[in-house]
């Protein structure tokens, strides 16, 4: 496992990766576009799929984009800043802990999903490309955001260990540490959605 180039940078880098993941965009989008708050609405968390279900397409696609944008933009920059494996896996695991654990918003924010996939993509892009699909697949299947996101998230850690035959990157012990951390809290917030699915009262999306 690699030791930080520079450590200041290294911390500094985390801290600042922890305040981008903690911005509520989904809040921040609702408000703006609708004045609504999405912690009074559905599932009460400041995600992308509870602000589509509570305030719109539009700022479903916006609170997307940009959660998945923050995750992006945090792995891309530790990654040109320093190239350290070590050190994009934190800074990883910073921003996505940021948007499902924000101080702004006193530790209670979305499930992490969309930004799981944004850090993933500017570091294990064929591991994200296989992650989506079986998201996908499964959302296509069963019209339940919930049960995909659950599905690939387990899978991540096992994709990103099958991938590291063809990626360096992937097969580092920090990328498949940080993708079972990923994995496993997406699992962990999605608890309460898997007994609604149990119990029938999960809400399905898109269907008719």
């Keep these: 496992m690699a030791i930080f180039q520079s450590l200041d940078i290294a911390i500094t880098s985390i801290v600042a990766a922890y305040l981008l993941g903690a911005i509520p965009f989904g809040l921040l989008f609702a408000r703006w576009l609708t004045g609504k708050d999405p912690r009074q609405h559905g599932s009460g968390n400041t995600g992308a799929t509870n602000a589509l279900r509570t305030s719109g397409k539009a700022v479903g696609i916006l609170t997307l984009l940009a959660d998945i944008g923050k995750g992006s933009l945090a792995v891309a920059l530790a990654i040109y ?39 993933l993509i500017p570091w294990l892009p064929w591991v994200a490309i296989a992650t989506f699909f ?18 690939a998230a387990i899978m991540l850690p096992l994709l990103a260990w099958l991938f ?22 997406v699992v962990a917030r999605h608890i309460g959605n898997m007994r609604r699915i149990l119990a029938g009262e999960e809400p399905k999306t898109g269907a008719s």
């Excluded at 350290?84 to 940021?98: C, E, I, K, P, S």
């Excluded at 079986?134 to 919930?146: E, G």
């Excluded at 097969?171 to 951390?181: E, Q, R, T």
């Design 81 to 119: 800043l320093q190239d350290d494996m070590t050190l994009v896996a934190a800074v990883a695991l910073a921003v996505f802990v940021g948007h499902i654990f924000p101080i702004y918003l006193k530790f209670k924010g979305g499930k992490g999903v969309a930004t799981m996939f944004g850090v």
């Design 134 to 151: 079986a998201w996908f697949l499964l959302f296509k299947l069963t019209r339940y955001v919930s049960l995909a996101s659950v599905v």
């Design 164 to 185: 590291g035959a063809l990626s360096w990157s992937a097969s580092d012990p920090s990328a498949l540490f940080a993708c079972v951390i990923l994995g496993g809290l």
